[in-house]
Structures are given as structure tokens and as C-alpha cells.
């Protein structure tokens, strides 16, 4: 379901990369206060997303082509 997509996304690790690449979203909004462990997972050597913007509260990544 969408809800259990999303809960696998926020929690980040390995399993939010293997669900993004099953959905059709194209930009993740990351709490950097509480999703640190997501933001690792995007930044990671080919997770297939680029940091787009970052401030003191979060980060953008969008979905690399």
C-alpha cells in the first residue's frame, strides 16, 4: 500500500532505495532532524538520486535520469 511505501521510505536503509525505484516520484523531501538514516541512503554512490538543495532543516534530492 502507499502508507506501508511510505513508512519503508522514512525509515530509509537499503529497503527506501528498493522501494523508490518501484514508485514514480521524482523528488524526496528529507527532515534532516529526523530522517538521517534516508538521507544516507540517497547520498550513497548509486542510490540514482542527487542532492538538489539543502538547508539547516532538510534536503531536496531528485531522481537522477
Do not use: K, M, N
Amino acid at each position: 500500500s502507499s502508507w506501508e511505501d511510505y513508512a519503508t521510505i522514512a525509515a530509509g536503509g537499503p529497503a527506501a532505495l528498493g522501494t523508490l525505484r518501484g514508485v514514480t516520484a521524482s523528488v524526496v523531501v528529507v527532515d534532516r532532524a529526523t530522517q538521517s538514516t534516508l538521507e544516507l541512503a540517497l547520498r550513497s554512490p548509486g542510490s540514482g538520486w542527487r542532492l538538489a538543495y539543502e538547508d539547516p532543516d532538510g534536503l531536496v534530492f531528485v531522481r537522477q535520469p
